[in-house]
């Protein structure tokens, strides 16, 4: 079952201490509709992630928590495992993929995260076995948890009293905790809301899964684009995203350059590709019409990546 709005709100209470209630603002892009965009990259780690890690060690006993703490990440979900760890005194180890940038591996070292890089493969499977070898540890997972899910929740309840005539929501995919925890407020408080993830052509499970009425596993290209993307879709999330989601938008690299030089350009803000590939899916214009939100993910880019990317579009 989706989270519930009672979780969301309890998660509100858990995390006022820690997460920051965000900022909606409007774009100024050239659509023939409104689009406002609610800036997570303006959180304490860069990232909405520090919404579900807060709520998790809120709810988790404190015994538990001094076993020390575990999570798979490519960066965001580390720095707030790490950001909230180092707050209460614990350890946190965290398992990254090799191709994590070096940038996000550096915020979470200077935090006082350890991190293990292993190949992509290894770790796929450590968010499968919540686990690693040799690691004892309280494991949290990225997304596929009801408490990472009602924490990014919070995101929908600010939505809905910011700004309650919205028309519909598109929403970075990575593993489906973002999206989902947002889409089952919505569906709960104001269900005529369109909510749309948004995936970059260079992994898009999602999309492929939608189509096949089931989980499938597609090809994986590493890109600027780090915050979302993977090879496929839990069965447990894919379930969320059917019965939530009124579909999956998949964007172009190209595209998503194009969005993150245009929020620096028209906003000011520097954000990393999967925030920009929420901007770029709705500028498309097939999320609709009227009064759209992109959630602006994060903002923890590699400024010579990020310079790079805005000389060259």
């Not at 408490?147 to 005539?165: C, H, K, Q, R, S």
């Not at 499938?216 to 999330?237: A, C, L, W």
Request: charged share 20%; net charge neutral.
């Amino acid at each position: 079952m989706p989270i519930t709005v009672a979780q969301a709100e309890e998660a509100r209470r858990n995390i006022s201490a820690v997460a920051m209630r965000t900022p909606l603002v409007r774009c100024d892009a050239d659509a023939p509709f409104e689009l406002y965009l609610k800036l997570e990259n303006l959180q304490p780690i860069g990232s909405f992630k520090i919404r579900g890690a807060a709520n998790v060690m809120a709810r988790v006993p404190r015994q538990q928590l001094e076993r020390g703490l575990l999570t798979a990440s490519a960066g965001n979900m580390a720095q707030g495992v790490a950001f909230c760890a180092r707050r209460m005194g614990i350890r946190a180890t965290i398992v990254a993929p090799e191709t994590a940038p070096a940038t996000k591996i550096a915020a979470v070292e200077r935090i006082g995260g350890r991190v293990i890089k292993v190949p992509f493969a290894e770790w796929w499977r450590t968010f499968e076995t919540r686990s690693y070898p040799g690691v004892e540890a309280t494991f949290i997972h990225a997304f596929d948890d009801p408490d990472v899910m009602a924490g990014n929740g919070t995101i929908a309840l600010e939505l809905l009293e910011d700004f309650p005539d919205l028309d519909a929501v598109v929403i970075p995919w990575g593993g489906g905790g973002l999206s989902c925890g947002i889409a089952a407020v919505l569906r709960a408080r104001a269900p005529r809301v369109r909510i749309y993830a948004a995936e970059v052509e260079t992994a898009a499970p999602l999309t492929a899964s939608l189509a096949a009425g089931e989980p499938r596993t597609v090809e994986y290209t590493p890109s600027f684009v780090d915050g979302i993307g993977s090879k496929m879709v839990f069965p447990n999330m894919f379930e969320h995203a059917r019965r939530l989601l009124d579909g999956s938008l998949v964007v172009t690299l190209n595209d998503a350059a194009r969005a993150l030089k245009l929020l620096a350009e028209r906003n000011r803000i520097i954000v990393e590709g999967a925030a920009a590939c929420a901007v770029a899916a709705a500028l498309s214009g097939r999320a609709g019409s009227g009064k759209i939100v992109a959630i602006v993910s994060g903002g923890n880019i590699d400024m010579d990546r990020f310079t790079q990317i805005v000389s060259q579009t």
